[in-house]
């Protein structure tokens, strides 16, 4: 029985669970060196003390990276190390190599995180598998997280940071504000009055997942009277006597017994670089002997791992929520563009080479191997929480994260050099291109083809003054659309000026403002329009491309964001009663216009598409990255476009505690973007899903690229990559199908010899049929990865 092997008395009314871990960012305010030698190495080595001390003690690892500088540096604790882990006593909360960001990377790169991480273990003779994505410090988490956990074979998620949720040191609002309304924390505290419940994601998956209410840091000051332990030290007093721990302890469980529907409570210790506490299990030990007999609480040392086994056990009581734990912060989906830029283009850049790789049996290329290893390795570590999120200061993203992407990035080029072996392939397979009619005459840019009649004006700083579609009304928009539009943002790299108290977020003017100049040519087959206009003094482009064959119209503006300024593109529709669709990490998800702060914004990974339920007309928008849009309930759909934010200010002096890195933006820009309008129709409908390769085009080409093809147009071969673990090579589809369904997948110029269902750290799962040398794979969920062998 569960209870007997964790040691819990049969006759405890509640049971207390101190889950003790240390949280490592690989590079947030130190490099990932600067880490490792002042605090990581000090950690590790007093954790493996601890543990060795008492037997029955567990200590919890979130991640691999450190683990992996560890072992490297201090070979003679492997065997240790090896043993501990083995026996599940240095427990992984997660397989990542990272704690990854789920709003911003995409979802592959999420997937060889996790993938790269368990095989680090596996090849090094550590047989954990953990079933538990740990996330304590994310700010938010996708909707679709579910879904990519279940794909990766993950049943259970912990979380801390969510909507509407108190942290200290992030606002000057006091704690009785919170949670703030119409939360997922209000939600889940004052709704369901639970920190435990069943995660669903749109696509129907599900897993057991406990929110963190009181932070992961909440039982840190066990031993202490003060304020908070943080990188190794103690803001406080030690006090370990009987009593002074009897009473933390008993405090603690009476905060949290109101949002428990068990009789389990889980206190988290591990602030960031915290050592274990000395002598952890005696303590807890000592409450049990003193007070156990009074309070019928029992304290217990382990994993959150064993507190979700305890209860897993009474998942009939908890609630099935399709929670969407989003906006905790929005300044981050537009923080620093260039790393999200460099991040999804290398994610692309080598999932294109895997491909080739395959197409070309060249999957066993030592030199392709070792490139592709290290470039995927950067991939995962640029997941992380602060290093995609563009959350680091200056000094850590010039000195580390930003050589390690343009490393990275230098691989891919050397390998898409090497495997471009025949110039002639290597053009970027067309789409049907025609310039549509046009004049331009007294400043107005004049624009008609089959499926649109635009017109931009100079004289009101070159934005589009109609948009019409031969289905609808004479003019979709309702205001000026592509327009640029300024604000004073008292933001920073985390939050925009209106999330917290004191903060602003401020119109100050517009390019309407002043005239602009319009360039018209015709290049390449399409129609490009640049608009040069001035926004406070400073020079921005816009371009514009027109293909007659095409709904789609390609855009871009490029310039600069002063110091406090946030840049948007704005589009004032006639849409109302808005549905927000969007894709994230893990699916499609449904979004509401407005949530806790107006305007709203989210992140998206490529494209969002704006319907008027009434109506049904709409508005896409597919995203060059960073993808970050809000639609107002009166029909403006707006995304960021520039931002330069160095530092969260309120009332305009005083500083965000819990938000302390600073980083200036000045440099030029660009953002790449594609709009269309739809008269009927969802997302799915109108293909929009599909749209984005195509319309934005590919950043390279290589021979044989899609060896791997499925039958349905709403099931996309979103990887295809040489196994690590088994035979074979890995398929990963992406489903945007309505339903589950059958797809046939075919590999090109060879039969299938065989098949299995696999999950995304590569463990089979079950056979699937073969019919015609191809195999006929069940696709029930947003992500299905199969073995196949040829």
């Known amino acids: 029985m569960l209870r007997e092997k964790l040691g819990i008395p049969g006759h405890a009314k509640q049971v207390i669970v101190f889950g003790e871990s240390s949280h490592w960012d690989p590079n947030w305010l130190l490099t990932s060196e600067g880490y490792f030698n002042y605090r990581v190495r000090h950690v590790l080595d007093k954790a493996l003390e601890e543990l060795t001390k008492e037997p029955r003690r567990i200590f919890s690892v979130e991640c691999v990276f450190f683990l992996q500088m560890y072992w490297d540096r201090r070979p003679e604790m492997r065997g240790l190390m090896r043993d501990l882990i083995n026996e599940g006593r240095l427990r992984l909360t997660g397989s990542g190599i990272t704690t990854p960001d789920t709003l911003l990377p995409l979802s592959e790169a999420i997937i060889r995180d996790y993938l790269m991480g368990q095989e680090w273990l596996r090849a090094n003779g550590m047989d954990q598998e953990p079933g538990l994505a740990y996330l304590p410090d994310d700010f938010g988490h996708s909707p679709g997280l579910p879904a990519l956990l279940q794909s990766l074979g993950y049943d259970r998620a912990v979380v801390t940071r969510i909507d509407g949720s108190f942290f200290p040191g992030c606002d000057f609002r006091l704690p009785r504000h919170y949670p703030l309304g119409g939360s997922s924390a209000e939600v889940l505290s004052r709704e369901h009055r639970t920190a435990d419940f069943l995660w669903r994601s749109p696509d129907g998956s599900q897993v057991l997942c406990h929110w963190n209410p009181f ?98 056990c009474h998942m009939n009581r908890l609630p099935v929520l399709d929670l969407d734990l989003n906006p905790y912060w929005m300044g981050f989906y537009a923080a620093r563009p260039e790393i999200k830029q460099r991040c999804r283009g290398l994610t692309e850049d080598l999932l294109l080479v895997e491909k080739a790789m395959v197409a070309q049996d060249r999957c066993k290329d030592p030199v392709l191997f070792e490139e592709l290893d290290h470039a995927w390795h950067t991939v995962a570590v640029s997941n992380h929480h602060d290093f995609i999120t563009g959350t680091s200061p200056d000094r850590v993203w010039r000195r580390e994260q930003r050589p390690w992407l343009v490393e990275a990035q230098a691989r891919a080029d050397r390998m898409i050099g090497a495997l471009a072996t025949d110039p002639a392939e290597d053009a970027v397979p067309g789409f049907s291109v025609s310039v549509p009619r046009w004049s331009f005459e007294d400043g107005k840019l004049l624009v008609q083809s089959s499926h649109y009649e635009i017109e931009l004006d100079e004289s009101l700083g070159g934005a589009i003054t109609r948009w019409s579609c031969p289905e609808g009304p004479a003019n979709l928009l309702s205001g000026l659309g592509n327009e640029l539009i300024s604000f004073y943002d008292s933001g920073g790299l985390w939050r925009m000026g209106h999330e917290y108290k004191g903060g602003a977020f401020q119109e100050k003017c517009r390019a309407r403002d002043e005239k602009a100049a319009i360039h018209v040519a015709e290049e390449k087959g399409l129609l490009m329009a640049e608009v040069r206009s001035v926004l406070e003094g400073r020079i921005m482009t816009r371009r514009l491309w027109f293909n007659d064959a095409s709904p789609w119209i390609r855009m871009s503006i490029q310039g600069f964001a002063g110091r406090r300024r946030t840049l948007t593109c704005r589009f004032p529709t006639a849409l109302q009663s808005l549905v927000l669709s969007m894709d994230v990490p893990g699916g499609v998800v449904d979004r509401p216009s407005v949530k806790i702060y107006t305007p709203t914004f989210w992140p998206a990974m ?74 009927k129709g969802d997302w799915r409908e109108n293909r929009i899903h599909v749209a984005y390769e195509s319309i934005m085009g590919q950043r390279h080409s290589l021979p044989g690229k899609g060896p791997i093809t499925v039958d349905h147009e709403d099931v996309v071969v979103s990887a295809v990559k040489p196994a690590d673990r088994g035979d074979g090579v890995i398929v990963r589809l992406t489903s945007y199908s309505a339903e589950p369904c059958k797809v046939r997948l075919c590999w090109q110029n060879r039969p299938i010899r065989s098949a299995k269902l696999c999950d995304g750290r590569e463990r089979d799962s079950a056979e699937v049929t073969l019919e015609d040398g191809c195999a006929i794979v069940p696709v029930f969920r947003a992500i299905t990865s199969v073995r196949v062998v040829g």
């Not at 049990?288 to 897993?312: C, H, M, Q, R």
């Open 215 to 312: 932070t992961y840091c909440q039982g840190d000051m066990l031993t202490s009277f003060g304020v908070a332990r943080w990188m190794g030290m103690t803001y406080g007093i030690p006090s370990r006597g009987s009593w002074s721990v009897a009473r933390r302890i008993n405090r603690q469980a009476r905060k949290l017994s109101p949002l428990c529907k068990t009789p389990y409570l889980f206190c988290p210790i591990g602030s960031d670089f915290v050592s274990p506490i000395k002598n952890l299990v005696a303590l807890l030990d000592r409450y049990n002997e003193t007070s156990f007999a009074e309070t019928g609480i029992f304290a217990l040392n382990a994993a959150l791992d064993d507190y979700l086994d305890l209860v897993g």
């Open 606 to 679: 490529t494209f969002a598409h704006v319907r008027d339920v009434r109506t049904d007309a709409g508005m896409a928008v597919l995203m060059g990255g960073p993808a970050s849009i809000s639609g107002s309930p009166d029909g403006i759909i707006e995304w960021i476009c520039l931002r330069n934010a160095p530092k969260e200010r309120a009332f305009g002096f005083l500083p965000i505690l819990a938000c302390p890195a600073k980083g200036l933006d000045p440099d030029e820009h660009t953002l790449d973007y594609a709009v269309r309008m739809t008269t």
